[in-house]
C-alpha cells in the first residue's frame, strides 16, 4: 500500500473557503451523507463562523486532515451545552475518496478518541451509519 503523508489538525476560520469546496466534492462522490454536491449551503462567512463556534464549547471540535496542505478529510465532534448531556459527542468523518485505503479514517478517529479523553467532558461518542456503508461500519467496529 502506498503511503501518504498526512497532518492532522484542528480546523481555523480561515480554511472555511477550502474545507467548503472539498465538502461539496465529497458530497458528490459518496450517497452516505446528508450533504450532497451542493455541499452544506453555507456561505464563506457563514462557515467561518462554524468554524469558530468550535472554538467557543470545550466539548467541540473540528480536525482536518492535510496531505500537502489541502484539506482531504474532516472529522468533527459536536455536543450539547447542556448539562446532562454535554458528555456526548456525535461524531461526523467525511474523507475524498481519492484518500479512502490509506487508514486516513482510523487515523482521525484515534485523534478524536485521544482529543476526548483530554477534554474531560467528553465520555461517550456516538455516530449514525447507514447500514449498507459498508467500508464505514468496518470501520466503526474496529475502532
Not at 13 to 35: F, N, S, W
Not at 37 to 59: Q, V
Not at 99 to 105: A, C, E, I, S, V
Request: hydrophobic share 45%.
Amino acid at each position: 500500500m502506498e503511503e501518504i503523508q498526512v497532518t492532522i489538525r484542528e480546523a481555523v476560520p480561515d480554511d472555511a473557503k477550502q474545507l467548503l469546496e472539498i465538502l461539496k466534492t465529497i458530497g458528490g462522490q459518496t450517497p452516505y451523507l446528508v450533504m450532497d454536491e451542493t455541499g452544506l449551503g453555507f456561505t464563506e462567512a457563514g462557515m467561518r463562523l462554524n468554524i469558530a463556534g468550535f472554538y467557543e464549547a470545550n466539548n467541540n471540535v473540528l480536525f482536518l486532515a492535510l496531505v500537502d496542505q489541502k484539506i482531504v478529510g474532516s472529522i468533527s465532534v459536536k455536543a450539547s451545552p447542556k448539562g446532562r448531556m454535554e458528555h456526548i459527542g456525535d461524531i461526523g468523518i467525511s474523507i475524498l475518496a481519492d484518500y479512502w485505503g490509506f487508514g486516513l479514517g482510523t487515523s482521525l478517529i484515534e485523534e478524536v478518541i485521544s482529543w476526548a479523553k483530554a477534554t474531560g467532558i467528553i465520555r461517550r461518542l456516538e455516530l449514525t451509519v447507514q447500514d449498507r456503508n459498508k467500508r464505514a461500519i468496518h470501520l466503526y467496529e474496529k475502532m
